[in-house]
């Protein structure tokens, strides 16, 4: 039922294979926050509290409104950046706080190794090599007139992509908050 719905949302146009995929480790995904600490909302019985969401059906969509999106209030992705933030700290990482990408370093062969990035506090620039590298610069919104997007969502991952001869899947489909 929930790839029939993101399936029908996407009005049939999206990657079923990626869909069937989220749709399968979602709940795994859920219990693992869960471990990491984020402070999900629980009902009475101490269970995750699930509430309704866009265009979550029962039925395939011939039965009511379904309630299964896992939610911390009405702070949920700040309550997920901060759990995740909390998490990594276990681990030997490097924060580039004020670091802006500018574009991907791409190896003879294709291969991303890495980033060049602008320090945004001195303006100086640098070369950062990454073993793997993943994009979530989130979206282009604001290349549209009437977004709630945040004002960073210019579209710069996607152009990152796109210079460096990679592919942008399914652009069509944009996020307007």
């Not at 101490?46 to 866009?54: E, L, T």
């Not at 909390?86 to 500018?102: Q, V």
Request: aromatic letters at 10%.
């Amino acid at each position: 039922r929930i790839m029939y719905d993101t399936v029908k949302g996407s009005d049939w146009l999206g990657d079923q294979d990626a869909i069937h995929y989220m749709c399968r480790e979602a709940p795994a995904a859920v219990l693992e926050l869960e471990e990491f600490g984020l402070p999900f909302s629980r009902t009475e019985d101490g269970k995750i509290y699930q509430r309704a969401f866009g265009g979550q059906s029962l039925d395939y969509g011939k039965g009511g409104q379904a309630h299964r999106c896992a939610c911390a209030a009405d702070r949920t992705g700040h309550a997920m950046l901060h759990t995740l933030y909390g998490r990594s700290l276990a681990f030997d990482t490097t924060y580039f706080i004020e670091y802006f990408a500018l574009d991907l370093i791409m190896t003879d062969d294709g291969q991303c190794a890495g980033i060049t990035a602008l320090n945004m506090e001195d303006g100086t620039l640098h070369r950062i090599h990454a073993k793997n590298t993943v994009l979530a610069t989130g979206g282009y919104g604001r290349a549209y007139f009437s977004c709630t997007s945040a004002h960073t969502c210019t579209g710069d991952g996607n152009a990152m992509a796109m210079r460096a001869g990679l592919a942008n899947q399914d652009a069509e489909f944009v996020q307007f908050h």
